[in-house]
T-cell receptor, first 111, second 116 residues
Framework: QKEVEQNSGPLSVPEGAIASLNCTYS??????FFWYRQYSGKSPELIMF????GDKEDGRFTAQLNKASQYVSLLIRDSQPSDSATYLC???????????FGAGTTVTVRA | GAVVSQHPSRVICKSGTSVKIECRSL??????MFWYRQFPKKSLMLMAT?????????EQGVEKDKFLINHASLTLSTLTVTSAHPEDSSFYIC????????????FGQGTRLTVV
């Protein structure tokens, strides 16, 4: 079983819509959760991190964490063409700094 | 956020030669650095973890004699791809993190290696 599963995509949404990305993880001891955005040919850039159950909002992005269900999601509101990228979820296991990445979900925002 | 600088951004080398990639943390002390490789349309694969002043810990299946990692200071780690072959062509990315729990990792710009 893979450590991190992401909805495979690709995901296409119209401009202005909400893009919803999901990620499940298998390690119940996981401590920290991250969402990265990666443009083609570039390295990942951190969008958000979340440690506690519940929602965390930053601008148009909202991360949701449910540790009981081992589930983390990312909502992108008012999607823009510049949001078109691959989104990677990642987590660090308890007591470790190593990031385990999901396979990524490619999002395309149609103008 | 903190800045991690990776150099070079692109390199083309001949088969059999060695290539060194540098990863520097510019404004913080990176006690731990990670090296990843990424094939087209695939996710990042962790190759090794290096802690300053100690030997790197390699992930299963990664040849430590082929991918030499040095982390001699709190601001610099290097990855040397020795005797490179075309199948080593990939996107190599470093990341660095500082001390403490919940410490986010900051990524370098990545290095596109092409072995011809």
């Amino acid at each position: 079983q893979k450590e991190v599963e992401q909805n495979s995509g690709p995901l296409s949404v119209p401009e202005g819509a909400i893009a919803s990305l999901n990620c499940t993880y298998s390690d119940r001891g996981s401590q920290s959760f991250f969402w990265y955005r990666q443009y083609s040919g570039k390295s990942p850039e951190l969008i958000m991190f979340i440690y506690s159950n519940g929602d965390k909002e930053d601008g148009r992005f909202t991360a949701q964490l449910n540790k009981a269900s081992q589930y983390v999601s990312l909502l992108i509101r008012d999607s823009q063409p510049s949001d078109s990228a691959t989104y990677l979820c990642a987590f660090t296991p308890e007591g470790d700094y190593k990031l385990s990445f999901g396979a990524g979900t490619t999002v395309t925002v149609r103008a | 956020g903190a800045v991690v600088s990776q150099h070079p951004s692109r390199v083309i080398c001949k088969s059999g030669t060695s290539v060194k990639i540098e990863c520097r943390s510019l404004d913080f002390q990176a006690t731990t650095m990670f090296w990843y490789r990424q094939f087209p349309k695939k996710s990042l694969m962790l190759m090794a973890t290096s802690n300053e002043g100690s030997k790197a810990t390699y992930e299963q299946g990664v040849e430590k004699d082929k991918f030499l990692i040095n982390h001699a200071s709190l601001t610099l780690s290097t990855l040397t791809v020795t005797s490179a072959h075309p199948e080593d062509s990939s996107f190599y990315i470093c990341s660095a993190s500082g001390p403490g729990a919940h410490t986010e990792a900051f990524f370098g710009q990545g290095t596109r290696l092409t072995v011809v």
